[in-house]
Structures are given as structure tokens and as C-alpha cells.
T-cell receptor, first 110, second 114 residues
Framework: DQQVKQNSPSLSVQEGRISILNCDYTNSMFDYFLWYKKYPAEGPTFLIS?????DKNEDGRFTVFLNKSAKHLSLHIVPSQPGDSAVYFCAARNNNDMRFGAGTRLTVKP | DGGITQSPKYLFRKEGQNVTLSCEQNLNHDAMYWYRQDPGQGLRLIYYSQIVNDFQKGDIAEGYSVSREKKESFPLTVTSAQKTPTAFYLC?????????????FGEGSRLTVL
């Protein structure tokens, strides 16, 4: 039962352009949504989060949008930089239960 | 420095053998977690523990066992019943769930079955 889905396994964008990573979920009980960034052979690191009572949260180049009616969230990175190349995981939390999507590999080309 | 330490980073297991992965944190976090990342897949929850001497099964607990005798430590034993050939294991911890409750991850341990 996959409660968090990232349907795009990979995304490639040009440096300076916008990267948009998408995530869908099924459980309406999730109260926080998070994005993590992961480099090979390392643990994921927390990037940005959004509460279920908000629809937007911005932190520098990173903005997360939440559409509760569609059970959809997205991460926007603008402008994209080559150092942003990594796997991005979407996660959703219900109390201490944290569920992850399969990840999207972002490649930012110089 | 505060953080989560996993060891060993690489481990090989023969079929029929049990192995234990270590996870230690000095962040004073109550909750700790074990996830497995299979090639091309996301992170799947094996076990989690909210407090000392208590833990719950995640989605893929079969073939694994854990203990939580100390707040700082949450070791994972991969038993001979676990058939996954190679996987990347991630330990994490989190603060009490009063805000985002984001997880802090260790650097991971790669386990290969020979």
C-alpha cells in the first residue's frame, strides 16, 4: 500500500531554469509533508516542509506547494544549480509514522 | 558534534547468517527508525521506536528484529529469514512530534548477501 507516490523517476533541467518535482498521496490523515535530498551512499537530508494547514512554504530557492483537495504537493527549485543534482524524496507524516515516495532523480545540466 | 552514527558502512552476510547493524544518536531524540532502500525504490519502514523499551513493526519487518534498551541506541538484526540480496539500510531519529518532526538520518549501511 503505497501512500506516497512520486511518479517521475527522473527529471533533467538546464541550469538557471525551474525544477518542479511532484508528489501525490492517498492518506488524508497526514499532517506534515517534507522533502528530503539524497546523494549516493549518504543518508537523506531534510530540505523543506509544509504543514497540512498551509498551501505554500518558501525557503530561498525552494518552495513547496500543497493542494489538499488534489492530495498533491510539489517542490519548485528556482533557479536550478548543478549542485542540486540528487535524488529528492517526498515524505508525509502522521504522528511518528513517516512515509516516503520512491524518489525523483534530478539532474541539472550546466 | 551531534548526529547519528551507523556502523559498519559496508557489511557482507552469508546465507543463513544473522548480522547486526548499529545505530547510535547523541541528539537526545526519543524516536528512532530503520528504513531500507532497495535499488530504484524509495525508503520503506522496517521498525520504529517512540520510546525506550518500545518498538513497532513497519511495512517490511519480516526477517528483522530490533531492541531499544537505551535512548541512544537502536540496533537492527538482519536474520537468516531475510532474503533481500543487497540493500541500503538507513537509521533515523526525530524530535518529539510537535512541529515538522523531520527525521535526521545516518549515512547508511550497505549489506550484501554472498
Amino acid at each position: 500500500d503505497q501512500q506516497v507516490k512520486q511518479n517521475s523517476p527522473s527529471l533533467s533541467v538546464q541550469e538557471g531554469r525551474i525544477s518542479i518535482l511532484n508528489c501525490d498521496y492517498t492518506n488524508s490523515m497526514f499532517d506534515y509533508f517534507l522533502w528530503y535530498k539524497k546523494y549516493p551512499a549518504e543518508g537523506p537530508t531534510f530540505l523543506i516542509s509544509i504543514s497540512s494547514i498551509k498551501d505554500k512554504n518558501e525557503d530561498g530557492r525552494f518552495t513547496v506547494f500543497l493542494n489538499k483537495s488534489a492530495k498533491h504537493l510539489s517542490l519548485h527549485i528556482v533557479p536550478s544549480q548543478p549542485g542540486d543534482s540528487a535524488v529528492y524524496f517526498c515524505a508525509a507524516r502522521n504522528n511518528n509514522d513517516m512515509r516516503f515516495g520512491a524518489g525523483t532523480r534530478l539532474t541539472v545540466k550546466p | 558534534d551531534g548526529g547519528i552514527t551507523q556502523s559498519p558502512k559496508y557489511l557482507f552476510r552469508k546465507e543463513g547468517q544473522n548480522v547486526t547493524l548499529s545505530c547510535e544518536q547523541n541528539l537526545n531524540h526519543d524516536a528512532m527508525y530503520w528504513y531500507r532502500q532497495d535499488p530504484g525504490q524509495g525508503l520503506r519502514l522496517i521498525y520504529y521506536s517512540q520510546i525506550v523499551n518500545d518498538f513497532q513493526k513497519g511495512d517490511i519487518a519480516e526477517g528483522y528484529s530490533v531492541s531499544r534498551e537505551k535512548k541512544e541506541s537502536f540496533p537492527l538484526t538482519v536474520t537468516s529469514a531475510q532474503k533481500t540480496p543487497t540493500a541500503f539500510y538507513l537509521c533515523a531519529s526525530s524530535r518529539p512530534v510537535v512541529n515538522t518532526g523531520e527525521l535526521f538520518f545516518g549515512e547508511g549501511s550497505r549489506l550484501t548477501v554472498l
